[in-house]
Every structure is written in structure tokens, then in C-alpha cells.
């Protein structure tokens, strides 16, 4: 069945730093890609989204681009803030399967320390 | 624009006890969905609801679990009798319509079996 395989945490980084969490998925059909956060104490929140090969999602300085080739979408930041410290979820959509629930990688957690 | 409510936020129960939770979707979504997330992990689909219709709840425990969306709004999900390894945060999601990637996530309900 659809999976998704994402890093796993704890990412700790200074701020100002470059992010990237690495997210690979396996579908049978043509799925959508998201990329959910976390914040403490708050539900998820849609980060960025994809919903076809070469997209580019783009959210708050995230980018993540649709990787067919390589069944990838890989989440990056050019410089991390506090702010930013989460938990980070890869997760998928195929439009192929009877319903359209999401189905969510394991999470990775980023701490970013001023 | 309200968004997904949940209630109640925290329950503690012992095992072999029943237990409900409460989701009332953002107004006018007609897709619902109810998640399942273990500590560590990520989310896990128990039941979608298009209206008041079920489309998916193949990864629901039938035996213990049931849920219901009776005027298509609001959705109820019940424990009986619950077992240790049912503590998790319980989520619940609702989207415009099934098609459409975009789920909005409520809160959660953390669940602590003892």
C-alpha cells in the first residue's frame, strides 16, 4: 500500500541555518504531497502542497518540490528560526484509492536554538 | 472563519471503560475525517464521512470503535470497551469536499487509557 518514509528527528539546529528534512513516498497511483506542521500545544497545520510532478510548494520560506523521478519531496529552508521549532509531517493524498484521507510519515521534530 | 472544534481537549479513563469524543467540521465542509495519532507517530486514518455517509473506515477496530455523523455536520466517535494500547491523540479533520487536499485539522483529544 501508500507509504511515506520521512528522517527521523530530532533535527537541532542554530538559527540562521539551512533545513532540510528528506520525505520519500511509495503510491500506486498520482498522489498529492503535503507537508503538515506541528507547533507545541497546536493542531496540525498545512505547511506547503503539491499536487503534481515538478510542482514547487512554497509556505512562510519552506519550499518543496514534487520529485516523480525519485518519489521524493524533500522539505528545505534556507535559514530557520525559532519560530520554526515543530514537528514537521510528510504525508500524501492518492486520488486513486476510494477515499482521500491523508496518510502521514512518522514526523520529524526540529529544534532551532538561538 | 471558526475551525474545527473538538471536545473534550484531555480524558482519562480506565481500561474496559467507554468513551466519546466530539468534532464539529468547519461550516459547509461535507468530507470528515477522524485520525488516530500514537505518540511518535503519525496520524492514521480510522474513518472518513462524506456527508453522513462513510466512504472509508477499513482501518477501524469495528470490534471496539464506532463513529457516526448523523445530519452530515457534526461527528461523534465512541470507544467501547477501551484497551491500554487506544491511548493516542484522536483527531479530527474536515475538508470542503472529497476531492479537495486542503483537510483542516481540529486540536485533537488526548486519550490516556489506564
Known amino acids: ?114 | 472563519e471558526a475551525g474545527v472544534a473538538q471536545s473534550p481537549r484531555y480524558k482519562i479513563i480506565e481500561k474496559r471503560q467507554s468513551v466519546a469524543f466530539w468534532c464539529n467540521p468547519i461550516s459547509g465542509h461535507a468530507t470528515l475525517y477522524w485520525y488516530q495519532q500514537i505518540l511518535g507517530q503519525g496520524p492514521k486514518l480510522l474513518i472518513q464521512f462524506q456527508n453522513n455517509g462513510v466512504v472509508d473506515d477499513s482501518q477501524l477496530p469495528k470490534d471496539r470503535f464506532s463513529a457516526e455523523r448523523l445530519k452530515g455536520v457534526d461527528s461523534t466517535l465512541k470507544i467501547q470497551p477501551a484497551k491500554l494500547e487506544d491511548s493516542a491523540v484522536y483527531l479530527c479533520a474536515s475538508s470542503l469536499e472529497q476531492l479537495t487536499d486542503t483537510q483542516y485539522f481540529g486540536p485533537g483529544t488526548r486519550l490516556t487509557v489506564l
Open chain 1, 1 to 114: 500500500g501508500d507509504s511515506v518514509t520521512q528522517m527521523e528527528g530530532p533535527v537541532t539546529l542554530s538559527e540562521e541555518a539551512f533545513l532540510t528534512i528528506n520525505c520519500t513516498y511509495t503510491a500506486t497511483g498520482y498522489p498529492s504531497l503535503f507537508w503538515y506542521v506541528q507547533y507545541p500545544g497546536e493542531g496540525l497545520q498545512l505547511l506547503l502542497k503539491a499536487t503534481k510532478a515538478d510542482d514547487k510548494g512554497s509556505n512562510k520560506g519552506f519550499e518543496a518540490t514534487y520529485r516523480k523521478e525519485t518519489t521524493s519531496f524533500h522539505l528545505e529552508k534556507g535559514s530557520v528560526q525559532v519560530s520554526d521549532s515543530a514537528v514537521y509531517f510528510c504525508a500524501l493524498s492518492d486520488s486513486n484509492q476510494a477515499g482521500t484521507a491523508l496518510i502521514f510519515g512518522k514526523g520529524t521534530t526540529l529544534s532551532v536554538s538561538s
